[in-house]
């Protein structure tokens, strides 16, 4: 049984930093993509960033480029999600995926994901 667990949200104030963890389990690790998404309230899950298994490093939504960095441990099956800088419109529940495929445009739909863990929120005050 594949399981996908985050850890790490929490309240932050503006400006400051959180760092994001994704546990998997059940699954070949190191053949699967990774990747972030988010979603707001009253809102639809959106890509954050992902992390191909194969061929490519990490691509980013554009809203979160220069201030988010995705990492993977292969042996330890962990991907994490560290973010600078967090704004306001940040607030979200983050949500942990995995993916057999690896390209970087079928990695930016929800569609393409096989697995996904239940989420942490984050909240960042103005």
């Known amino acids: 049984q594949v399981q996908l667990v985050e850890s790490g949200g929490g309240l932050v104030q503006a400006g400051g930093s959180l760092r994001l963890s994704c546990a998997a389990s059940g699954l070949t690790f190191s053949t699967y993509s990774m990747a972030w998404f988010r979603q707001a309230p009253g809102k639809e899950r959106e890509f954050v960033v992902s992390f191909p298994w194969r061929d490519a490093g990490p691509d980013y939504a554009d809203s979160v480029k220069g201030r988010f960095m995705i990492s993977r441990d292969n042996p330890q099956s962990m991907v994490y999600l560290e973010m600078n800088v967090l704004k306001f419109e940040d607030t979200a529940v983050y949500y942990c995926?995995?993916?057999?495929?690896?390209?970087?445009?079928?990695?930016?739909?929800?569609?393409?994901?096989?697995?996904w863990g239940q989420g942490t929120q984050v909240t960042v005050s103005s």
């Open positions: 995926a995995a993916s057999n495929r690896f390209l970087h445009q079928s990695l930016r739909l929800r569609t393409s994901y096989n697995y």
